[in-house]
């Protein structure tokens, strides 16, 4: 079964930035879009940035210039470059394929507040 590890989440500041990275213990980005998603306190899970097999990506009009989604396949690792945050990205960020094949992971917590 393919696992996921979440990592870089933390307390930031309002126009801040954070990294986020998800490993992933098998090699899946040959067949699989791989997106990161979130979810916030009492609303439910949203796909906010996807890339795609041959590098083109796609991002949440929320997220949309402010989120870069990139991965290094050497390492089987998706990363997410997050700038400019703002107080509703506060949520708990995960990583899947772009149809959520697999367990969740533990996700990691992003809190943007002053």
């Known amino acids: 079964q393919v696992q996921f590890v979440e990592s870089g989440g933390g307390l930031v500041q309002p126009g801040g930035s954070l990294r986020l990275s998800c490993v992933v213990s098998?090699?899946?980005?040959?067949?699989?879009?791989m997106t990161w998603y979130r979810q916030a306190p009492g609303k439910e899970r949203e796909l906010i940035a996807t890339i795609f097999r041959l590098g083109n990506t796609n991002y949440a009009d929320s997220v949309k210039g402010r989120f870069t989604i990139s991965r290094d396949n050497g390492k089987n690792t998706v990363n997410l470059q997050m700038n400019s945050l703002k107080p509703e990205d506060t949520a708990v960020y995960y990583c899947?394929?772009?149809?959520?094949?697999?367990?969740w992971g533990q996700g990691t917590q992003v809190t943007v507040s002053s």
């Open positions: 098998e090699d899946i980005f040959s067949w699989s879009p």
């Open positions: 899947n394929t772009a149809r959520g094949d697999y367990r």
